[in-house]
C-alpha cells in the first residue's frame, strides 16, 4: 500500500528563519512526486514537481529536491504570505495502485512576522 | 479562462437523499480525480479516471460512484449519503497523472 508521511504536521517560523519540510514515501512505482500549497478554504495550487532522485527545482523562496525515499521542501528566508499547508502527494505507476495519487496529510506553516 | 468548475458550492441534505456533485473542466485534460479532505488527514483520493469510460478506485471509493461519459465532465454521486461522509471534496483534472492537476474550489458537503 501507497503511504506518504509529512512532518513536521505544524511548523511556526519567524520571518526569515529557514527552515525544511519533510515528504517520506513508499510506493512501488513512483512516477512523480508533487508539491501544493494550500490556502484555508481554497483548493491546492501546484508547486512542482519532481520525477527522479536528485532532481531539484526552485521558485522563490522555495526549493524542493527529492531522494529515493523522502522529498524535502526547503523555504529560505520565508515571510509571512507563505503561511499555508504544503502538501505533498506521489503518483503511482506500477501494479495495482497504476494511476493513484496518494497524498500525505500536510504541514500547517505559520510564518510570524 | 482555463479552469475546473464544481457544483454545488455548498451543500447540505439528510441521510439517505441521493445527491451528485457536477465537475467539469475546460482544459482537454484525460486525468480526472475526486478527492476528500478531513481535518488531520490531508487529500484522499476517491475516484479517478485515466480517460472517456475508464475510472478506478483510489484510496476511499465506498459510497461514492462516479461515471466518465464525456471528457470534461466528471460527476460525484452519493446514492444514500450518511453523515460519516460529510467533508470537504474537491476535484481535480491534469494531462495526466504525471501532470500538475487543477483544482476546483471545492464542495462543502453537510449530511445530517
Known amino acids: 500500500e501507497d503511504q506518504v508521511t509529512q512532518s513536521p504536521e505544524a511548523l511556526r517560523l519567524q520571518e526569515g528563519e529557514s527552515s525544511s519540510l519533510n515528504c517520506s514515501y513508499t510506493?512501488?512505482?513512483?512516477?512523480?512526486l508533487f508539491w501544493y500549497r494550500q490556502d484555508p478554504g481554497k483548493g491546492p495550487e501546484f508547486l512542482f514537481t519532481?520525477?527522479?532522485a536528485g532532481e531539484e527545482k526552485e521558485k522563490e523562496r522555495l526549493k524542493a529536491t527529492l531522494t529515493k525515499k523522502e522529498s524535502f521542501l526547503h523555504i529560505t528566508a520565508p515571510k509571512p504570505e507563505d503561511s499555508a499547508t504544503y502538501l505533498c502527494a506521489v503518483y503511482n505507476a506500477g501494479g495495482t495502485s497504476y494511476g493513484k495519487l496518494t497524498f500525505g496529510q500536510g504541514t500547517i506553516l505559520t510564518v510570524h512576522p | 479562462e482555463a479552469q475546473v468548475t464544481q457544483n454545488p458550492r455548498y451543500l447540505i441534505t439528510v441521510t439517505g437523499k441521493k445527491l451528485t456533485v457536477t465537475c467539469s473542466q475546460n482544459?482537454?485534460?484525460?486525468?480526472m480525480s475526486w478527492y476528500r479532505q478531513d481535518p488531520g488527514l490531508g487529500l484522499r483520493q476517491i475516484y479517478y479516471s485515466m480517460n472517456v469510460e475508464v475510472t478506478d478506485k483510489g484510496d476511499v471509493p465506498e459510497g461514492y460512484k462516479v461515471s466518465r461519459k464525456e471528457k470534461r465532465n466528471f460527476p460525484l454521486i452519493l446514492e444514500s449519503p450518511s453523515p460519516n461522509q460529510t467533508s470537504l471534496y474537491f476535484c481535480a483534472s491534469s494531462l495526466s497523472g504525471t501532470n500538475e492537476q487543477f483544482f476546483g474550489p471545492g464542495t462543502r458537503l453537510t449530511v445530517l
Open positions: 519532481l520525477y527522479s
Open positions: 482544459m482537454n485534460h484525460e486525468y
Open positions: 510506493v512501488s512505482g513512483l512516477r512523480g
